[in-house]
C-alpha cells in the first residue's frame, strides 16, 4: 500500500493522538515528549504524519526558529516493523518541499544509537557535537542536511589553478596523524609554493570519517582543521548514481576487489569528488590507489598520491587544461549553424545518455522552428573542428540560453570560461538583466565555471545577474536586489562599509556592476602598444584575432619590482603609453580585474604564470634590471572600453575632480577618477 505523507493540526486528534501513540513506543530513544507538546509543534506547522492507508506508521516533529533560518529536527520516528521501506526517506522528502525557503535541516542524537548510516542515507552530513543535558552527559551528534541556497559568497569558485579533494589518510596526516613519511608526504601539499597553484577541498564523506575517531577531542581537533580546506557539496542524486557506476565497474572488472563497506567508503570518496566537478582526489590509501584505472575510465577522477599532485599541476601549467594565453592568436572562428547540418555535430556535442545521437540532432533543429529567434552559434578552432555550441535568444530583460556545450579539447575548460564571460557580456549589450542558461545537459566544464560568474541554479536552470550600473555600493546592490527578485531569487545587501574583498566577489558575480564608494582600491598601470596588442589587441596587430572571443579571462603582465601602495583585490585601468611611429596610444583602453601582485625572482614567477601570460622568460627578466626582482600583476575579466578615453580627456577629467595623475608607473587613483573614466569610456556616442 502506498505511503502518504500530510500535515496535521491540533484539529485533528485522530491523528495526532496516533503520533503521540507511536512515539511513545519509541520514548525512551527519543525522550518524554507530553500530549501538550506534540499539540504545540501541530499548531505551529511542524508535525508530518506518514500514513499507509489509516495506519500512522511514521511521523516527524520540527520546529521553525524565528531568528535562525533553518529547520529544528525533534523526531524523526518510524514503526520498527516499517522501517526499510523509505519511509524516513518520504518524510524528509516532504520536509525539505515544504520549507524549501529555509536554509537547511538541523538534528541532534545520540552518538550511541549509531544511526550515521541512517543520517547519511538521507542526505545529512555530519557538524559537531555536543553533550547532551542528561545525567549520563551522553555525546550528541549534530546533523545538518543543506536545502541548496547557494548565496554569492559560499560559493565562490576557487583562484586556485586546481582544487584537489583529500580523502582521510590525506587529510589526518595533515594534522600529523601517523607515520614520520605519510605525514611529510602529506604536509607536501601545504608548501608555500603551491598555495596559489592549488587548494585543498574536503567532501562529505571526511566528515563522517572524522566522526567515527573515537577520542572526543581529536574529533574535535580534526573537525577544527577542516575550516582550513574549501568545502564542496555534490548533489547527492549524482553521487549515488556515480557510486553504482563505480562499484559495477569493480565487480565487472576486478573479480579479486571483495564488494563491501570498505570499498564503498572509498568509492563513496571518489563519488563526490566527481559530483562536485573536481578531478583530482590524493590519497596514501594504496587500495583506492589501485582503482587509479577503473576510477578515471567510469568517473574521470585522477586517483593519485600526493607526492603526484605537484606533478599534476605542472601538467596543468603546461596547457593540460587551463591556458587562456593559448586563445591569443588563435584562429577560432565563429558562425551559424545551417539548418539541416544539425546532424554532423552530433559526435562533437552529445556529452549526455539522454540527449545524444538523433535526440541532440532534433533538440538542436528545434531550436529555429519554434518561432523564436535563436541565435545557433558555433565556435572552431584552428583545424576547424567544433568546440563549443550554444544557442540563445532574448525574451525581456532575460537573456535565454537553452543550449550551451563545449567539446573534448585541450582548451576546454578556457573556453567555457570565455563562454560564460561572453554570454554576460551579450546579455549587457542586449540590454538584459538575467542571463539564464537553461541547458538540461550543460557542458560539465560549464557547470563547473558557472559558480564563480554568480550564476545559481534553481529549477529553471543556472540564473546570473548582470547588473549595468556603476555607483554607490547602496544603489547597485538595491539594483541587485530588484533584478534579482523578478529572478526568484534573493541578492544580499552591500554599502560602503563592505570589505574589498566581499566587493570583489560582488563585482565579478553582478558583472559589470562598480561598487564606487567602497575601500576596493582602484589604480592605472601605462602598458606599451606592444604588450597592449599582445594583451588586449588594442591597438589591433597585422593579424588581428578574431573577436568573437574577446580577450582571455585571465592574464598577468610583468612590471619593475617596487611596491608604491598594491593592493588586492582593486580593479585596474589600463593605459596605453605612447608607443612607436604609426602606433596608436596615450588613451585608456579598458579595465580589469587585479587579483594578485607578487614580488620575486623573475625566473620562479615566469614558470609559475607561464600559464596566464604571453611573455617569454627573457622579457620577464629584462622587466627585472638593475634589481633582479620582477612584480607580477595578475589580473581578469578585461573590459574594453568602446569609447577610449584619450590623454587629453583623462587630464582633464583629474584636473576637474582636482586630483593629481601620475602615467609614469601603476599608480593608485581615487575612487571618483575610476568612475569618471569608466563612465567616460562607456559613454554612447
Known amino acids: 500500500?502506498?505511503?502518504?505523507?500530510?500535515?496535521?493540526?491540533?484539529?485533528?486528534?485522530?491523528?495526532?493522538?496516533?503520533?503521540?501513540?507511536?512515539?511513545?513506543?519509541?520514548?525512551?530513544?527519543?525522550?518524554?515528549?507530553?500530549?501538550?507538546?506534540?499539540?504545540?509543534?501541530?499548531?505551529?506547522?511542524?508535525?508530518?504524519?506518514?500514513?499507509?492507508?489509516?495506519?500512522?506508521?511514521?511521523?516527524?516533529?520540527?520546529?521553525?526558529?524565528?531568528?535562525?533560518?533553518?529547520?529544528?529536527?525533534?523526531?524523526?520516528?518510524?514503526?520498527?516493523?516499517?522501517?526499510?521501506?523509505?519511509?524516513?526517506?518520504?518524510?524528509?522528502?516532504?520536509?525539505?518541499?515544504?520549507?524549501?525557503?529555509?536554509?537547511?535541516?538541523?538534528?541532534?542524537?545520540?552518538?550511541?544509537?549509531?544511526?550515521?548510516?541512517?543520517?547519511?542515507?538521507?542526505?545529512?552530513?555530519?557538524?559537531?557535537?555536543?553533550?547532551?543535558?542528561?545525567?549520563?552527559?551522553?555525546?550528541?551528534?549534530?546533523?545538518?542536511?543543506?536545502?541548496?541556497?547557494?548565496?554569492?559568497?559560499?560559493?565562490?569558485?576557487?583562484?586556485?589553478?586546481?582544487?584537489?579533494?583529500?580523502?582521510?589518510?590525506?587529510?589526518?596526516?595533515?594534522?600529523?596523524?601517523?607515520?614520520?613519511?605519510?605525514?611529510?608526504?602529506?604536509?607536501?601539499?601545504?608548501?608555500?609554493?603551491?598555495?596559489?597553484?592549488?587548494?585543498?577541498?574536503?567532501?562529505?564523506?571526511?566528515?563522517?570519517?572524522?566522526?567515527?575517531?573515537d577520542d572526543r577531542?581529536?574529533?574535535?581537533?580534526?573537525?577544527?582543521?577542516?575550516?582550513?580546506?574549501?568545502?564542496?557539496?555534490?548533489?547527492?542524486?549524482?553521487?549515488?548514481?556515480?557510486?553504482?557506476?563505480?562499484?559495477?565497474?569493480?565487480?565487472?572488472?576486478?573479480?579479486?576487489?571483495?564488494?563491501?563497506?570498505?570499498?564503498?567508503?572509498?568509492?563513496?570518496y571518489v563519488a563526490e569528488a566527481a559530483g562536485a566537478g573536481l578531478q583530482v582526489l590524493a590519497t596514501r590509501d594504496p587500495e583506492l590507489n589501485r582503482l587509479t584505472d577503473l576510477v578515471w575510465d567510469v568517473a574521470r577522477v585522477r586517483v593519485v598520491s600526493p607526492a603526484l599532485v605537484t606533478q599534476h599541476v605542472d601538467e596543468l601549467r603546461q596547457a593540460q587544461v587551463y591556458r587562456p594565453a593559448d586563445l591569443l592568436g588563435t584562429a577560432f572562428s565563429a558562425e551559424e549553424v545551417a539548418f539541416g547540418n544539425e546532424g554532423e555535430l552530433v559526435a562533437f556535442f552529445d556529452q549526455a545518455d539522454g540527449d545524444s545521437g538523433t535526440a541532440f540532432a532534433a533538440r538542436l533543429a528545434a531550436l529555429g522552428s519554434d518561432g523564436v529567434l535563436w541565435h545557433r552559434e558555433l565556435l572552431r578552432d584552428e583545424s576547424g573542428h567544433p568546440v563549443a555550441l550554444y544557442a540563445w535568444a532574448m525574451d525581456g530583460p532575460t537573456l535565454n540560453?537553452?543550449?550551451?556545450?563545449?567539446?573534448?579539447?585541450?582548451?576546454?575548460?578556457?573556453?567555457?570560461?570565455?563562454?560564460?564571460?561572453?554570454?554576460?557580456?551579450?546579455?549587457?549589450?542586449?540590454?538584459?538583466?538575467?542571463?539564464?542558461?537553461?541547458?538540461?545537459?550543460?557542458?560539465?566544464?560549464?557547470?563547473?565555471?558557472?559558480?564563480?560568474?554568480?550564476?545559481?541554479?534553481?529549477?529553471?536552470?543556472?540564473?546570473?545577474?548582470v547588473v549595468d550600473l556603476c555607483g554607490p555600493a547602496e544603489t547597485v546592490s538595491a539594483a541587485a536586489e530588484r533584478i534579482a527578485a523578478r529572478a526568484g531569487r534573493a541578492a544580499p545587501r552591500l554599502d560602503a562599509q563592505a570589505s574589498p574583498e566581499i566587493v570583489s566577489v560582488a563585482e565579478r558575480a553582478w558583472w559589470p556592476a562598480k561598487l564606487i564608494d567602497t575601500a576596493l582600491p582602484s589604480f592605472v598601470a601605462p602598458v606599451k602598444p606592444r604588450y597592449s596588442a599582445e594583451l588586449f589587441d588594442v591597438p589591433a596587430m597585422l593579424l588581428p584575432r578574431d573577436d568573437v572571443l574577446g580577450i582571455s579571462r585571465e592574464h598577468v603582465y610583468y612590471r619593475s619590482a617596487g611596491h608604491r601602495g598594491e593592493s588586492v583585490p582593486a580593479r585596474i585601468l589600463w593605459y596605453v603609453s605612447e608607443g612607436s611611429p604609426g602606433q596608436q596610444g596615450r588613451m585608456v583602453i579598458g579595465c580589469s580585474r587585479l587579483d594578485d601582485v607578487i614580488v620575486g625572482d623573475p625566473d620562479t614567477l615566469f614558470s609559475?604564470?607561464?600559464?596566464?601570460?604571453?611573455?617569454?622568460?627573457?622579457?620577464?627578466?629584462?622587466?627585472?634590471?638593475?634589481?633582479?626582482?620582477?612584480?607580477?600583476?595578475?589580473?581578469?575579466?578585461?573590459?574594453?572600453?568602446?569609447?577610449?578615453?584619450?590623454?587629453?580627456?583623462?587630464?582633464?577629467?583629474?584636473?576637474?575632480?582636482?586630483?593629481?595623475?601620475?602615467?609614469?608607473t601603476l599608480s593608485k587613483i581615487s575612487s571618483a577618477l575610476f568612475q569618471a573614466v569608466y563612465e567616460e569610456g562607456h559613454r554612447k556616442t
Not at 518524554?32 to 504524519?49: E, H, I, M, Q, S
Request: proline share 4%; aromatic share 6%.
Open 401 to 465: 540560453v537553452d543550449l550551451l556545450r563545449t567539446a573534448a579539447h585541450r582548451l576546454e575548460e578556457t573556453l567555457a570560461r570565455q563562454l560564460l564571460f561572453m554570454l554576460k557580456r551579450l546579455g549587457r549589450e542586449r540590454g538584459a538583466q538575467t542571463v539564464r542558461i537553461a541547458d538540461p545537459y550543460l557542458s560539465p566544464a560549464a557547470r563547473a565555471a558557472a559558480g564563480a560568474d554568480g550564476f545559481v541554479e534553481d529549477e529553471k536552470g543556472l540564473t546570473a545577474l
Open 1 to 213: 500500500m502506498a505511503i502518504e505523507v500530510l500535515p496535521v493540526t491540533g484539529e485533528q486528534p485522530e491523528l495526532l493522538a496516533a503520533a503521540i501513540a507511536l512515539g511513545n513506543r519509541y520514548k525512551k530513544q527519543l525522550g518524554l515528549l507530553t500530549p501538550p507538546a506534540y499539540r504545540k509543534y501541530a499548531d505551529d506547522g511542524g508535525l508530518l504524519v506518514a500514513l499507509e492507508g489509516s495506519e500512522v506508521v511514521g511521523y516527524t516533529l520540527f520546529g521553525l526558529p524565528k531568528r535562525n533560518q533553518h529547520v529544528r529536527l525533534a523526531h524523526l520516528c518510524v514503526a520498527e516493523e516499517r522501517r526499510g521501506n523509505g519511509i524516513a526517506a518520504l518524510l524528509i522528502a516532504e520536509l525539505r518541499r515544504r520549507q524549501s525557503r529555509r536554509l537547511g535541516i538541523r538534528a541532534r542524537c545520540r552518538r550511541n544509537y549509531d544511526l550515521g548510516p541512517m543520517w547519511s542515507s538521507l542526505g545529512f552530513v555530519p557538524k559537531g557535537e555536543g553533550l547532551g543535558r542528561g545525567g549520563d552527559k551522553e555525546t550528541l551528534d549534530t546533523w545538518w542536511l543543506d536545502l541548496g541556497h547557494d548565496d554569492l559568497f559560499t560559493e565562490v569558485q576557487s583562484d586556485a589553478l586546481l582544487v584537489v579533494a583529500v580523502d582521510h589518510s590525506v587529510f589526518f596526516g595533515l594534522q600529523g596523524s601517523g607515520d614520520e613519511q605519510d605525514v611529510e608526504e602529506s604536509r607536501a601539499l601545504e608548501a608555500g609554493w603551491l598555495a596559489d597553484l592549488i587548494e585543498l577541498a574536503y567532501t562529505p564523506q571526511l566528515l563522517l570519517d572524522v566522526r567515527e575517531i
Open 608 to 664: 609559475r604564470f607561464e600559464h596566464l601570460g604571453v611573455y617569454g622568460l627573457s622579457e620577464v627578466r629584462k622587466q627585472a634590471e638593475p634589481t633582479g626582482s620582477v612584480m607580477a600583476l595578475r589580473f581578469s575579466d578585461t573590459e574594453i572600453f568602446p569609447a577610449p578615453v584619450a590623454h587629453s580627456r583623462l587630464a582633464a577629467l583629474a584636473q576637474g575632480l582636482g586630483l593629481p595623475l601620475s602615467l609614469i
Open 217 to 268: 577531542a581529536e574529533r574535535t581537533h580534526q573537525r577544527a582543521a577542516l575550516s582550513r580546506l574549501r568545502s564542496a557539496s555534490p548533489e547527492k542524486a549524482s553521487v549515488s548514481a556515480r557510486q553504482e557506476e563505480l562499484i559495477a565497474a569493480v565487480s565487472e572488472r576486478l573479480a579479486d576487489v571483495p564488494i563491501d563497506d570498505d570499498l564503498g567508503r572509498r568509492l563513496q
